[in-house]
């Protein structure tokens, strides 16, 4: 073989193997794939086939692109650090693994089995910065503080800034809000009151403006903009396990919010999940709001599973449908019930 040959040779076989070598996790025998179908409370495989590790999350969607961030529980951890992670996708179902975004020891005071929980990532705009809002605690749950980290681009490494309680208020679970014309809110319980909402400051790097306190005890808030209506949902207080998360509406944010009810059959306590988000995609013929709930399994945290169905909702009602497979269109808005 004269030498051109046998580089020309080398040159194929280094562009067809490298990328299946390189791929090599997800091609292991016996490792589930990421599918077209959303599976509630079932393992949810990202791209390589590793089960999503974002607990807790929050979704923001930058041009086309869906980011995932949440808490990384994934075993065998260096457990001297706390983490959050993000994945990416163009469509809701097929996530990416992006990276630990942050990666942090205990900030300041706080001792090595301090807390860090529900990370949501805002970007701003203005400052083209993403900033990264996430409850910061210690063991017991008695500092009830957010935290902030910042990064020039949406898959980090974030940079811790500093912790404090939003407006001078114990704040322990906290959601995210956008609403439509792109103001950024802060969702974040206080214990003793009910839970606040309140309005990022320009910058987001503070908790500028509180616009109602719902006098109801409530975590895992989450609110949406739907068909002129702010719906907001949360669960009751009880630890790691499953309640029956309640809704209420109001024409603005400030309120007046109706009573709270059920989202779905109390003796499911909300089929065994726990809210987090409402995700509001808007497509060219359906406008669908995905519950995004975690199924928790506070004895092994990894396991924990995530909880996606499509609601029900309108005219001041909502209503979680009983889990099953389903697929989404992220195009039309249009979902579907999956047979596979
Ligand atoms: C319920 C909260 O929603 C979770 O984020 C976590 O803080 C657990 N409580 C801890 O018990």
């Not at 209420?248 to 499911?268: C, H, K, M, S």
Request: hydrophobic share 35%.
């Amino acid at each position: 073989m004269n030498k051109l040959l046998r580089v020309a040779l080398f040159a194929v076989v280094f562009i067809v193997v490298t990328p299946i070598f390189a791929n090599a996790k997800s091609l292991l025998p016996g490792k589930p794939v990421s599918s077209d179908t959303i599976r509630p409370g079932e393992i949810w495989p990202d791209t390589d086939g590793n089960h999503i590790q974002a607990h807790g999350g929050g979704i923001i969607k930058i041009k086309n692109t869906y980011f995932w961030y949440g808490e990384q529980r994934e075993q065998g951890l260096d457990t001297t650090y706390r983490y959050v992670s993000c994945y990416s996708s163009k469509d809701l179902t097929h996530w990416k693994f992006r990276g630990n975004v942050l990666k942090m020891l205990p900030p300041d005071t706080l001792k090595s089995n301090w807390i860090l929980e529900r990370p949501k990532v805002y970007y701003n705009a203005k400052t083209k910065k993403y900033v990264m809002y996430f409850h910061v605690d210690d063991s017991k749950y008695r500092i009830a503080q957010v935290g902030i980290a910042v990064c020039d681009k949406p898959d980090g490494d974030f940079t811790y800034v500093k912790r404090f309680r939003p407006l001078g208020h114990e704040s322990r679970d906290i959601g995210q809000f956008i609403d439509d014309d792109g103001t950024a809110y802060l969702v974040f319980e206080d214990r003793k009151f009910g839970f606040r909402i309140a309005r990022l400051s320009d910058d987001y790097m503070d908790v500028e403006k509180e616009m109602t306190l719902v006098k109801e005890h409530m975590e895992g808030g989450a609110i949406v903009h739907y068909d002129g209506l702010y719906y907001a949902i949360g669960s009751a207080l009880t630890g790691w396990k499953a309640n029956p998360n309640k809704y209420a509406t109001a024409p603005t944010l400030e309120g007046p919010w109706t009573e709270f009810q059920d989202i779905a059959p109390v003796e499911t306590n909300t089929y065994g999940s726990q809210s987090t988000m409402l995700i509001k995609v808007v497509g060219s013929k359906n406008t669908v709001v995905i519950f995004m709930g975690d199924k928790w399994n506070p004895k092994n945290q990894w396991n924990s599973r995530y909880f996606w169905m499509p609601l029900e909702i309108g005219d001041g009602k909502l209503w979680l449908p009983k889990p099953q497979p389903w697929k989404l269109t992220i195009k039309t808005g249009k979902t579907s019930v999956s047979s596979k």
